[in-house]
Each structure stands twice: as C-alpha cells, then as structure tokens.
C-alpha cells in the first residue's frame, strides 16, 4: 500500500501530514459467493424442517438443519470448520440428487446436483480458503 501526502504544505517545524489509506471491503465482502452459500446453506436447513414438520421426512432428519445452520452460521464468521463443514454437505447432496437423477430423470433432481456441484468447485478455490482462518 502507498501512503500519499496531502496537498497542504507542513506546518512550520512539523513534518508532512500523511493520509491514511483508504479502507478496504471486509474479508466477507470481498466474496459475494461465500454469503450466498451461508444463505443456501440456511435455507436448506429451512427446507428440511419443514419438510419434517409436513411428515415428509423422519424426525431423525432434524440433525440435518443443526449441522446445515451450524456451516451457515460458522461460514458467515469465515471459520475454517464451517467451511469444511459446508463443502461436506454440499458434495453429499450433489451425489444424493445426481443419483437420484439417473434413478427418476426428474429435471429437478438435476438442477439441485448442479447447484451443489458449483458450489462446491467454488468453495474448493484456493482464494476462497485462503480468507478462512
């Protein structure tokens, strides 16, 4: 970073007065994907609650939202946890609805795998893993 002197002459006897830098984004907004994966991630946990709530999917299932609010919630803070929580969670379901695809060739199923798909080669960038700490 450059630091640049104001235009101003000194004062007498004192030295330059120098301008700070202009502040940069947050870490977090520096990468507008990672926000919209917490998001994902919040609304899959959404998803599958009420879908327990509805009887589509057994009580046991509810372990799911925890983890999917926990990678959420933890990859917002930019914690190397979440992130791999995440990328677990997100291989795991492009497999589940890829499968599933080729079982049902429902076009939805395809969708969602893809989805997963890129979210997961987006959070495996070096650049992304480098801001968690």
């Given amino acids: 970073m450059t630091e640049t002197l104001k235009t101003n002459p000194p004062a007498a006897g004192r030295p330059p007065v120098r301008s700070s830098p202009k502040s940069q984004k947050p870490k977090l907004l520096q990468s507008p994907g990672i926000v919209a994966t917490s998001l ?47 990328l677990a969670a997100v291989a795991m379901l492009s497999g589940l609805f890829l499968w599933a695809y080729t079982a049902q060739h429902i076009l939805a199923n395809l969708m969602q795998g893809l989805v997963n798909l890129v979210i997961f080669l987006y959070l495996v960038r070096t650049d992304i893993r480098n801001r968690l700490h």
């Fill in 40 to 86: 994902y991630m919040l609304l899959l946990a959404f998803t599958v609650t009420l879908g327990v709530a509805r009887g589509h999917f057994p009580q046991i299932c509810l372990v799911f939202p925890l983890i999917f609010i926990a990678a959420g919630l933890g990859l917002l803070k930019l914690l190397r946890w979440a992130w791999a929580l995440t």
